[in-house]
């Protein structure tokens, strides 16, 4: 007889796969649990997060544990990022996104998505990461994950950071700060802040870029997140070196660097190493400058931080150029312009132009200067701008207010609800009152007249609270008025200023003032001048000059200023040109008509200058430096009624003026070539101004 075994078989089977079952649930556990323990190391010990993220992995392989498998090559994604290990990094995040997206696990997939943009933001592709945020953002939205949408604002705010859009990269973190701080997120919170400390770093706007840094710090050490503190040493470091307290620079850095070399933390440790090059640069400390910057240009370029290099080149190139080593300078500019341009860099590209202007400067050739000055000025009208500034400071502002009102929302909440109660107690009081009233008359009576005078007092109390509210609401619209004020008042109190680096200065001086004025009355002399200083006003206006000020018989004007970047050199010769004939036309009046007349001399000379915004009770606008002071000393060398230029402006205008070398001088506590402009008088008579001088002086005179 042969027997069936078919069902002992089954029962095999089901008990096989039960146990398989089973065996797979515990290690799939187990993979779950070694995440967990990866994830706890991430910030305090990058080396265990990676062995135990790769041992995971190997289990979760093993069982064909396919979300576990993308989560672990997730996490070992962002521990390589952290470790500077970029391109792995992306390449473990690829893995991660294409499986999520094979299994439909969309939050996960979009969390790859914004890691997968900060790796192409890093590497110089801002396009793709564009690409990427918008994506993972649109399926944050969908599934109305608040942490994600904050962690996509973040990275967006980063990308326009990087390629100077200030104003939307602040409205982008401070919206991740607002959502952080609702969901009670520190890490995000404190991702914000230093991010935020950054766009206020680049706006120069050191006090508040170092409150963010502070709170970040604060939030990192709280959270035991080694990374965010080295970070934050790192930024507050630049900030004192920004202003020039290189001893407190120095100290955060020492703090920053230990930390970023015991965890091999290499995006910190670049920027440790390239804020201690540029400290001990700024010490005169050169050989040691040079290996500190060496070390960094390393470090970048093993992360594959292409703006990290060009900040690198930029150094480089400062130190070049200190120690007077100008074609190394000029190499190492132009490397890091290179670099910068392709990837958006503007504060690079800037630093490059600035640095380049300054080499061709100190080589005598002032085209070439004149050239890469305007380069970095219009970099600077594009991203480093007054409305950029006004933008992300009118942001801020909106945000601590909406705090402020928040709070305010909540008081008020308090209040109602205290106020419901109190009438609560004040219904079953009513209750009370009646029954003792109904058992006693006189005790009712009297208990009536003191809740009387409760309720009048409590009445009163009432108005006053209304009248307090109406007050304060008052006070709120009056402030929101003068928040410009407030601002206005800021700048005065920090003595901002602006530096010009290339412009052309005129300086004009009334020949033996003193013995002419003593030829008219009082009256005569203020119209005289008034005539005189109106005409000058108006051909300055016209050539695009910028009037600076009138020093009693002196008179002082720029042109190629920030506002005024239509004039140039040749403009400004051309104004002193119109200036002596018009003087001219005057003295053949007044010669005609027996009265005494003024000439003018004047100098120009075209050079660096500094320049900004000076006083506090009264604010006006002012330059300075040797560049006014050579304009000066030129005027003095002119005679009565002639113009002189220096050598620097000579070279720029020796092309469309007939000159007469008149030798060499010391002006400004330097040797200088000067020339004298010559026959003008014929060539230019006829100069194109909106009007003649003849009907200027009776437009003037009316």
């Known amino acids: 007889m042969k027997k069936n075994y078919a069902p002992l078989i089954c029962l095999i089977v089901l008990l096989f796969t039960a146990y398989a079952g089973k065996a797979n649930g515990d290690e799939q556990s187990k993979v779950n649990e070694l995440i967990e323990v990866s994830t706890a190391y991430r ?19 093993k069982i064909d544990y396919k979300q576990g498998i993308a989560r672990c090559y997730l996490k070992k994604g962002q521990y390589l990022s952290n470790a500077g290990v970029l391109k792995e990094s992306g390449e473990n995040l690829e893995k991660a996104a294409a499986l999520f997206k094979s299994i439909d696990k969309r939050n996960e997939y979009a969390i790859c998505l914004k890691e997968l943009a900060d790796y192409k933001r890093s590497t110089g592709d801002p396009e793709k990461a564009e690409e990427l945020i918008k994506e993972s953002t649109a399926i944050a939205t969908e599934l109305q994950d608040k942490q994600l949408l904050a962690e996509c604002e973040i990275a967006s705010g980063i990308i326009d950071m990087k390629t100077g859009e200030f104003a939307d990269a602040t409205a982008h973190l401070l919206s991740a700060l607002r959502t952080a701080e609702a969901i009670k997120n520190d890490e995000i919170i404190m991702n914000s802040c230093r991010e935020l400390g950054n ?36 930024n507050i470091a630049s900030n004192y070196l920004t202003i020039g307290d290189l001893d407190n620079a120095a100290v955060n850095i020492a703090k920053s660097m230990e930390l970023s070399r015991q965890l091999n933390y290499k995006p910190t440790l670049a ?3 390239l804020n201690m090059g540029y400290c001990l640069t700024y010490q005169n400390k050169y050989k040691e400058a040079d290996k500190q910057l060496a070390e960094a240009e390393r470090v970048f370029g093993e992360l594959g931080d292409k703006h990290g290099q060009a900040e690198v080149l930029n150094a480089k190139g400062y130190l070049a150029a200190k120690t007077h080593n100008l074609d190394e300078a000029e190499k190492n500019y132009v490397a890091s312009a290179t670099a910068a341009k392709p990837i958006k860099a503007n504060d690079q590209l800037k630093a ?28 600077s009208s594009q991203v480093f701008n007054t409305s950029n500034a006004r933008a992300v400071t009118k942001l801020q502002l909106s945000y601590d207010f909406e705090k402020v009102k928040e709070q305010q929302r909540r008081e ?15 219904r079953w009081f009513n209750y009370f009152l009646v029954v003792v009233g109904l058992m006693a008359a006189i005790i009712a009576a009297l208990t009536y007249m003191a809740y009387r005078n409760s309720r009048r007092a409590k009445d009163l109390l009432f108005e006053k609270n209304i009248l307090i509210t109406k007050e ?3 006070a709120e619209r009056l402030l929101s008025d003068i928040i410009p004020a407030e601002i206005e008042t800021r700048i005065k109190a920090s003595g901002i200023t602006e530096i010009e680096n290339f412009a052309t200065v005129m300086f004009i001086d009334f020949d033996d003032f003193t013995s002419v004025e003593q030829q008219f009355s009082p009256i005569e002399l203020m119209d005289e001048l008034d005539l005189v200083f109106k005409g000058m006003d108006d051909v300055c206006k016209k050539f695009r000059l910028e009037t600076l000020k009138t020093l009693s018989d002196g008179y002082l004007c720029i042109g190629g200023l920030a506002n005024s970047r239509d004039c140039k050199p040749e403009d400004v010769v051309n104004a002193a040109i119109k200036i002596q004939l018009y003087m001219e036309d005057i003295r053949m009046r007044h010669m005609k008509e027996g009265k005494a007349f003024f000439q003018m001399r004047i100098g120009i000379h075209t050079g660096q200058i500094s320049g900004g915004i000076v006083g506090v009770r009264t604010i006006a606008a002012d330059i300075w430096g040797e560049t006014v002071q050579a304009a000066s000393g030129i005027e003095k060398m002119a005679a009565a009624g002639g113009i002189r230029i220096s050598d620097a402006t000579f070279q720029l205008v020796k092309n469309k003026f007939e000159t007469i070398y008149t030798g060499q001088s010391k002006v400004a506590s330097r040797e200088m070539k000067v020339y004298e402009i010559t026959n003008f008088k014929a060539e230019y008579s006829k100069l194109s101004v909106s009007e003649t001088v003849t009907d200027l002086i009776i437009k003037l005179e009316n």
Do not use: M, W
Not at 357 to 372: C, L, N, P, S, T
């Open 43 to 61: 910030f305090s010990d990058i080396h265990k997060s990676l062995t135990t993220i790769d041992e995971a992995l190997a289990i979760a392989q």
């Open 271 to 273: 920027l440790d190493l």
């Open 412 to 426: 008020q909440e308090l209040k109602d609800k205290v106020t419901a109660a109190d009438r609560t107690r004040e």
């Open 352 to 379: 490059s132009y600035d640095g380049l202007a300054y080499i061709y400067e100190q080589k005598k050739d002032y085209e070439g200067a004149y050239h890469f000055q305007k380069l970095s000025q219009e970099i």
């Open 199 to 234: 766009i206020n770093s680049l706006e120069e706007n050191i006090p508040r870029s170092n409150e963010y840094f502070e709170r970040a710090l604060s939030i990192s050490k709280k959270i035991g997140n080694k990374l965010g503190v080295a970070d934050a040493y790192c």
């Open 472 to 474: 304060k609401e008052t």
